[in-house]
């Protein structure tokens, strides 16, 4: 079990989907599909829907908080958010369209890309499934 710190409330499971690079929600993922189109994102081209996604934070515009509320209502945001250090923009989306997001995990060693995790924002926890 990793402990962190909650965010938005909410508990999800799923598959992670990893990224070294920040992320903007704003001209970086297309809100229609999920899709990350930023040409530059090691991320291009994979989908974030239904993803746990985990990034080192976000980047770009405070309408990147609007595309993630878009996407929760076009049914192609991730499930849940994990940042290595949350910032208002990503963290204010999250509240927004009730997407579990936490940050600082204790322990990032195990999650990788494909592994399968719960999100526990209420509890301040991640397990390995």
């Known amino acids: 079990m990793i402990h962190c710190r909650k965010i938005a409330k909410g508990k999800a499971e799923g598959e992670l989907l990893v990224s070294s690079e920040p992320i903007s929600f704003l001209g970086g993922v297309d809100p ?3 899709k990350v189109i930023d040409i530059k ?12 996604l985990f990034i080192p934070g976000g980047k770009g515009s405070t309408v990147g908080s ?11 945001a991730p499930k849940a958010i994990i940042c290595l250090k949350a910032e208002p923009i990503i963290a204010t989306g999250a509240i927004m369209s009730d997407i579990p997001m936490v940050d600082s995990p204790d322990n990032t060693d195990q999650l990788v890309n494909g592994r399968k995790v719960e999100v526990n924002s209420d509890e301040e926890t991640i397990t390995l499934l």
Not at 70 to 76: H, I, L, P, R, Y
């Open 66 to 76: 609007y595309v993630i509320f878009q996407m929760m209502k076009n049914n192609t």
């Open 32 to 34: 229609e599909t999920g």
């Open 41 to 52: 994102h090691e991320l291009k081209g994979q989908s974030i829907k239904d993803k746990i």
